[in-house]
């Protein structure tokens, strides 16, 4: 399975941006998506996950500001990112895995991080 994530740039406080993670490769097995993320110096955390019934798990940091949604025909999944903040600074990782998990160990492919970058 091959992850391509793209969509992220530089962005003011109170901004927008969508983010999209496109599988190829032997994607039959894919049920659970996710998006994960890593600030300077921080460790790697979870922001949201979608299953393959459409199931969502959102991390309470972004509740309410970012959604996570999939085109399962396309084998694609989207970050919308509203009402951005400069703590959302990170590189942006989409991966998947055979199950429904916000645990980042669970996760068997991983995308290469495309980076969001909030500031005036």
């Known amino acids: 399975v091959q992850l391509q994530a793209s969509g992220g740039g530089l962005v003011q406080p109170g901004g927008s941006l969508r983010l999209s993670c496109a599988a190829s490769g032997r994607t039959f097995g894919i049920y659970g998506m996710g998006w994960f993320r890593q600030a300077p110096g921080k460790e790697r955390e979870f922001v949201a996950a979608?299953?393959?019934?459409?199931?969502?798990h959102t991390a309470d940091s972004v509740k309410g500001r970012f959604t996570i949604s999939r085109d399962s025909a396309k084998n694609t999944v989207f970050l919308q990112m509203n009402g951005l903040i400069p703590e959302d600074t990170a590189i942006y990782y989409c991966a998947s895995s055979t199950i429904f998990s916000s645990q980042s160990s669970r996760y068997d492919y991983w995308g290469q991080g495309t980076l969001v970058t909030v500031s005036s």
């Open positions: 979608i299953a393959g019934s459409g199931l969502t």
